[in-house]
């Protein structure tokens, strides 16, 4: 079905049926759920084509990715990150362009973007905590949003992130309350502005307890399993090794999993792990369908959600560049898994 046949179907003008599916504010919101909903019924989809003659916009949103973080286009988080933001796409009627890059060649990519009229915004991802990229995109005029946020920006802009901080004092503050005062935190890379904000939380529940810092127990780096692993392994051969272990990352905690059983010990008996958990299609802490108790511990946030809201304030800000970009700071909860237990009386058993 075509715009002209929706439109006498509902016994309406085309231009009241294409105003009421873009949202103008001069269609009542009675004519607008009548339009919508039988554009539903009829499986109808405006042309994207068409919309973009006559709003003199691409309408396509680009994601680039350098090939120093390609990695990211297969890790699961990226991937349930894109296929939030992808369903807001498709239902404000909005192509996807992903552009891999080699590295250094940012800066290039997003002028071209701008220049060529190729998307009308941007999602960033990554960010560090002193980031130029937003500076840049300011700076030619390139509508952007950015998936997390960089600490030393000071100019407003459009961000949807988690509370950090907050979620790994939270996770911490557990641990101490088990007793536990030997932990380790397994971070991401700390020129990432996350990860400083994890340890920050980490740091500040430990400071408030009274509990000394031990930078032997603290790592960084990309969150693999492999780096999960090998960091936990080389901990528990320290004379005093933890007896707890908060991690960046569910990926990471397997091979923190990994490391313990292969030391002979038991996860949530001999050693406690918290891992932050993005509740990941492919990759459930536990059994699907949230039955059963889950594998870790862990701080939990949506990250196809994360999509889904990015986005949403991204075509916002798009279709009302006038007014001030918002940002969205979402709390992630914790989650009692079969992974934390009471710290062992006397060091480990």
Not at 251 to 265: F, H, N, S, T, Y
Request: proline share 5%.
């Amino acid at each position: 079905m075509n715009l002209k046949e929706l439109a006498q179907n509902l016994g309406l003008s085309q231009t009241t049926v294409s105003r009421a599916l873009n949202g103008y504010p001069e269609v009542s919101e009675t004519t607008r759920r009548r339009v919508v909903d039988a554009a539903r019924q009829h499986n109808y989809r405006p042309n994207t084509r068409a919309k973009g003659l006559a709003t003199g916009r691409s309408m396509a949103i680009g994601h680039v990715i350098p090939l120093s973080t390609k990695h990211e286009m297969v890790n699961p988080v990226f991937a349930d990150f894109i296929a939030g933001a992808g369903e807001t796409y498709a239902r404000a009627g909005y192509d996807m362009i992903l552009s891999v890059v080699e590295d250094g060649d940012e800066a290039r990519i997003y002028r071209s973007l701008k220049s060529r009229g190729t998307v009308d915004g941007v999602v960033l991802h990554g960010p560090r905590a002193n980031d130029p990229r937003l500076a840049l995109l300011d700076e030619i005029g390139l509508v952007y949003a950015v998936h997390g946020r960089s600490t030393s920006y000071e100019r407003p802009y459009c961000w949807l992130d988690i509370d950090n901080e907050t979620a790994f004092r939270r996770a911490t503050d557990f641990l101490l309350d088990l007793g536990h005062r030997r932990i380790a935190l397994i971070n991401g890379l700390e020129f990432m502005d996350f990860a400083l904000r994890r340890r920050a939380g980490f740091e500040e529940a430990l400071r408030a307890r009274g509990v000394p810092f031990d930078t032997r127990l603290m790592r960084s780096d990309e969150m693999t399993e492999d780096f999960g692993y090998d960091a936990a392994s080389d901990m528990m051969e320290l004379a005093e090794p933890p007896t707890a272990f908060l991690v960046s990352s569910i990926i990471c905690a397997l091979g923190v999993r990994r490391a313990i059983e292969d030391a002979g010990l038991k996860m949530g008996r001999d050693v406690s792990v918290i891992t932050h958990d993005d509740a990941l299609s492919y990759l459930p802490n536990g059994s699907r369908g949230g039955r059963g108790r889950p594998i870790f511990t862990a701080t939990r946030s949506s990250v196809r959600q994360a999509g889904r809201r990015l986005s949403e304030l991204l075509l916002e800000h798009i279709e009302h560049p006038r007014t001030a970009p918002r940002q969205v700071l979402l709390d992630s909860e914790l989650m009692v898994g079969g992974s934390t237990g009471p710290a062992p009386h006397g060091g480990r058993t």
